[in-house]
């Protein structure tokens, strides 16, 4: 699944440890997620969303 | 096979393994020792020879603990499939080896052996897994 997390991140100026840090989980973590490798649970995305003050979809896109 | 403990679920985890681990290998001495010495017999001599089990059934467990716990789902669904590949690779193992015992009359494989060999197989998967979310 396709995702702007990185992007989202740059505009924080947050590091994927300081992102795994305000999530609760380990960098390798945002790692996967963010190069598209692990898809997040429906809990840790709307974590995520909420995070980023914006909506899912604005965050993740279906591929297909 | 957590080579850089983050959390503490997952020291809490490691911690556990270990004393289980050093449990296992001390039961393992008195259980020959008194087999060795004591010469038990009937209940008794089940009850001394299932000893060393005991700290492996408790890690078995500890490792479901660990799941229940941790609240990382990406370390959760990687040790879940590191479990699966070393349950596979177990019973591949062990199901050829019966096999073989059976028709090219192939030396006996010790049951004990099965656990150890099931984790070195769940951290082969794990190295696997892990590369390939690199």
């Not at chain 1, 992102?19 to 190069?35: C, F, K, M």
């Not at chain 2, 015992?101 to 998967?125: K, N």
Request: charged residues 20%; contains cysteine.
């Amino acid at each position: 699944m396709k995702n702007r997390l990185r992007v989202l991140r740059a505009e924080r100026d947050w590091s994927q440890a300081d992102l795994a840090q305000r999530l609760e989980v380990s960098r390798q973590s945002v790692n996967a997620i963010e190069t598209g490798k692990f898809d997040p649970s429906l809990p840790l995305a709307f974590k995520l969303s909420r995070l980023f003050e914006t909506t899912i979809e604005a965050i993740f896109s279906d591929e297909s | 096979m957590i080579c850089s403990i983050k959390s503490p679920v997952e020291r809490r985890y490691v911690i556990r393994m270990w004393i289980a681990a050093a449990l296992c290998v001390l039961f393992s001495a008195v259980a020959a020792l008194v087999f060795r010495h004591g010469h038990p017999h009937g209940a008794l001599s089940y009850l001394v020879a299932v000893l060393p089990a005991l700290p492996i059934i408790g890690a078995l467990i500890y490792t479901g603990v660990y799941l229940a716990e941790e609240k990382d789902e990406f370390q959760r669904n990687l040790l879940v499939q590191s479990l699966l590949g070393g349950t596979g690779g177990i019973l591949a193992v062990i199901t050829a080896w019966g096999y073989m015992e059976d028709f090219a009359h192939a030396p006996h494989m010790d049951l004990v052996w099965v656990y150890p060999l099931f984790w070195l197989f769940a951290g082969i998967s794990y190295g696997l897994v892990r590369a390939r979310y690199r």
